[in-house]
């Protein structure tokens, strides 16, 4: 089985402040990680996937996330948060057991930015 | 290409009431999927397609009933709304061996 453990369900940060969310995971299996964003009132977006190649990923808006298998962590950081990023954020696993990549969600940590 | 589509993109029902929502895509996209958004607990999964002619469950599959007669369609089925199915659905695809998959904008469901 696998599962998901986003640890804050909201994170307020200051503009042009870094920005830290975290994501633990468990797998029986050789995971792929990723994490999505949701807008308000929106779809959802991929942000970045790692699977299997280089620990630290980057991805768009400025966002990247390092595996660390020792720790079962895949964080989510970005240098620097700008009020766009206001969003709800939703680490993800997929396993391969199932050829579709059946996946894993997060409860979601929704990041507040303040001006 | 228009992606992964659904409709409606809301709906309100009363308790007792059928309903079916709607999700299609494009993309020749083998694995279709369904799932519901609920606060504080991400997506959950209800149904997948690895195929057409092929359904399975997922994590909450109780109250929803699917079927995968083409490739690009995947409807979900509600049989007797309960308000406990008041949630946003999401539709997703990908294609065997790609691990993104895409998701549809949502649909909104209000069972009073």
């Known amino acids: 089985a696998q599962s998901v453990t986003q640890l804050d369900s909201h994170v307020s940060v200051s503009e042009g402040t870094p920005v830290l969310l975290r994501c633990n995971y468990s797998?029986?299996?050789?995971?792929?990680l990723f994490w999505y964003v949701q807008h308000p009132n929106k779809g959802l977006q991929l942000l970045l996937k790692?699977?299997?190649?280089?620990?630290l990923v980057k991805g768009i808006n400025g966002f990247e996330a390092e595996f660390k298998k020792s720790e079962t962590s895949f964080h989510l950081t970005k240098p620097s948060a700008h009020m766009s990023d206001a969003a709800e954020y939703f680490c993800?696993?997929?396993?391969?057991?199932?050829?579709?990549?059946?996946?894993?969600f997060g409860g979601g940590t929704r990041l507040m930015v303040k001006p | 290409n228009a992606g992964v589509t659904q409709t409606p993109k809301f709906q309100v029902l009363k308790t007792g009431q059928s309903m079916t929502l709607q999700c299609a895509q494009d993309?020749?996209?083998?694995?279709m999927s369904w799932y519901r958004q609920d606060p504080g607990m991400g997506l959950r999964l209800i149904h997948y397609?690895?195929?057409?002619?092929?359904?399975d469950q997922g994590e909450v599959p109780n109250g929803y009933n699917v079927s995968r007669s083409t490739t690009e369609d995947f409807p979900l089925r509600l049989l007797s709304a309960a308000p406990s199915q008041t949630s946003v659905y999401f539709c997703?695809?990908?294609?065997?061996?790609?691990?993104?998959?895409?998701f549809g904008p949502g649909t909104r469901l209000l069972v009073l």
């Open positions: 397609s690895v195929g057409a002619g092929i359904t």
């Open positions: 797998s029986s299996y050789s995971p792929s």
């Open positions: 790692y699977t299997s190649a280089a620990t």
């Open positions: 993800v696993v997929s396993d391969h057991r199932n050829a579709g990549n059946m996946l894993t």
């Open positions: 993309m020749n996209h083998e694995y």
């Open positions: 997703a695809s990908t294609r065997f061996g790609k691990e993104t998959q895409y």
